[in-house]
C-alpha cells in the first residue's frame, strides 16, 4: 500500500503545534490520531513514523502531532494541543470514525482525548496511577534519567529496564511543576464518564508506569458501562517495547470500535 505523508501541517500558532498526516492509497473509512510518548518532556512526531506507518498499511489516515513539553510549557499545554490536533483531524479526515492511540505519556494523552470526545482509544503504558502511587512511596527521592540517549534511541528501546521509581517521580512532577495539588486534574477518574469511547489499556507487569494504574481505570470505566479491555503482558517492558504482544489486541479493538460499529 502507498501512503502520501504530509509533514508540519500546523494546527496551532505554537512552533511545536504541528503534525504529519498519513494518507494511506486504500483508506479504511476510519482515522487514527497517534500521539508519542516521552514523560509530557521529551520525544516527537518522527520517532511515531513506524507506527504511523503500521496503521496506515491498515488503511488508516493517521495524524502524529508534536505537542509543547515540560519545562517549557507545563500541564495542561500538552493535554490542550493534543485536543487541537484531534479537532484539526476531525475537521480535515475524510470520515467520522475516528479514534486516539499513544503509548506512555502519549497513552495517558490518549486516554485525555477519548474522555473529552467520546471516541475509542488504546492505551499502551499510559500513566494513571499518580495520587495513590506518590501517598505510597514518600521516600522516594526524583531523580532524572541521565543514561538514555533519548534523540538517538528508537522508541521501542527507551525505558526497558523494569522498575525506575526516581524517574517515574521526577517526570511527573515536572509535568506539573512540582504542584502536587494538579495530579488530580492530570488523572482521568474525575473526568471519567458514560460518554468517554471504550478503552484498550495495556501494561506490562513490572515495568516502569507501575500497572496498578490499568486496573483503576478499567475498574472505574466498568462503574460507567464503558467499554474496557485490559491486557497485562509479562516482564518489564514498556510501551512500544511489547509491540508484538500488543499490536494484534490493538489491531482487533479498533477494527472492532471504528470499522464494524458507529462511531
Known sequence: MTVKVTKDIAYGDAPLQKLDFYEPDKPNGAAILDI????????????????????????????????????EAFFPAARDDVLAAFSWLRDHAETKKLGVFGSSAGGSLSVDVGLAEGVPMVSWSGIFDIQQWFAAHPNVVAQPDTKTDFVNTASAKIDQGGRNDPFYKWFILNYVDADETKFSQVEPFER???????????????????????????????????????????????????????????VAFLAQHLLKGSN
Not at 498499511?57 to 509543547?68: F, K, S, T
Not at 466498568?222 to 485490559?230: K, Q, R
Open 36 to 71: 508519542h510518548g516521552g514523560g509530557w518532556f521529551r520525544g516527537e512526531k518522527n520517532k511515531e513514523g513506524s507506527m504511523a506507518e503500521r496503521f496506515a498499511a491498515l488503511g488508516y489516515a493517521v495524524a502524529v502531532p508534536n505537542y509543547r513539553l515540560a519545562p
Open 192 to 250: 471519567l464518564t458514560a460518554q468517554a469511547g471504550p478503552m484498550y489499556l495495556a501494561n506490562s507487569q513490572e515495568e516502569i508506569i507501575p500497572v496498578s494504574g490499568i486496573y483503576q481505570l478499567g475498574q472505574a470505566a466498568a462503574t460507567f458501562c464503558v467499554p474496557v479491555t485490559l491486557q497485562v503482558i509479562p516482564g518489564g517492558q514498556h510501551a512500544e517495547g511489547y509491540l508484538a504482544e500488543a499490536w494484534p489486541g490493538t
